[in-house]
């Protein structure tokens, strides 16, 4: 049973989401020191069931990242996912459609990104980012909003029902902090490239955007896809989440290793000969 109660994260089904509510800056009333040693744990254990996941090759599994510019989806991808093998593990950023893409519907370059049976794939920004940001910036309306989600929810059931387990994991961080680390790529010279003044002249919607992004939340988190809301405002905290999700997850799916296609002790008695 885990230290760390995740269970309060997880959006239910209907629920509606309130993101301040939800508490940026929980900490689970543990001390760093004691957290990042739990984290250190959470790696190992993930590490021996990924290779399990991978050698088993009967699911496959998505998990989707998202949240506000500077809520540390790239910190959580180098942080966490380096628990797996890298030969089993797919990242895809999803920006701003161009090309085909246009010409097609919204949903076509997703579906070719989701990750085949025994592979990890991550969505570092994903689907949901032509729901979110086109409606923030008011390029369609609620009711469009509305035909979106249930567009999504029906291919998420879809992906679920060939054998995907999807993990939804939304990072919500307080309007102060993401000021503070904007700040840290201004004055940080090694983070300097990741600097955009489109974060900037974005951080002017966030009304807007808390009020879609609970609005998103509510709709589409489902009982087979569901959405967990990472407390991220502490760097710590929200590493230590995600591996508490990702290590239920997989722990719950009873993996097993696959048996070998030759007998065994045959192989033994030849090796012995040789």
């Known amino acids: 049973m885990s230290k760390v109660n995740i269970g309060r994260l997880k959006v239910k089904p209907g629920h509606s989401v309130s993101l301040k509510a939800m508490k940026p800056a929980e900490d689970f009333g543990m001390s760093r020191e004691k957290g990042e040693a739990r984290l250190k744990k959470d790696l190992e254990r993930l590490e021996d ?16 990242l998202q949240g506000i510019d500077t809520a540390g989806k790239d ?12 030969q089993g593990v797919y990242v895809k950023s999803f920006k701003a459609p161009s090309g085909q893409e246009l010409f097609h519907d919204f949903l076509w370059r997703v579906h070719a990104a989701c990750p085949p049976r025994g592979a990890i794939g991550i969505f570092n920004r994903s689907h949901y980012e032509d729901v979110l940001v086109t409606r923030v910036h008011r390029k369609f309306s609620d ?18 029902d060939e054998g995907t387990v999807i993990v939804k994991l939304f990072l919500n961080i307080s309007k102060e902090e993401q000021l503070e680390r904007l700040k840290t790529r201004l004055d940080d010279k090694s983070r300097n490239w990741k600097f955009s003044s489109a974060d900037v002249r974005e951080r002017a919607f966030w009304r807007r955007y808390i009020t879609v992004f609970e609005r998103t939340l509510s709709a589409t988190s489902t009982k087979d896809a569901p959405w967990w809301i990472i407390p ?43």
């Open 75 to 86: 910190g959580t991808i180098r942080k966490v996912m380096s628990a797996f093998n890298p």
């Open 232 to 274: 991220s405002d502490r760097k710590w905290v929200r590493n230590l989440a995600v591996s508490e999700v990702l290590l239920r997850t997989l722990e719950q799916m009873n993996l097993d290793w696959p048996r070998p296609d030759v007998e065994l002790g045959k192989v033994r008695r030849e090796l012995e000969r040789a």
């Open 143 to 160: 009711e469009v909003l509305d035909k979106r989600l249930k567009h999504i929810n029906n291919f998420e059931q879809m992906l679920v």
């Open 49 to 64: 069931l990924q290779y399990k996941f991978f050698a088993e090759a009967k699911r496959s599994m998505l998990i989707v």
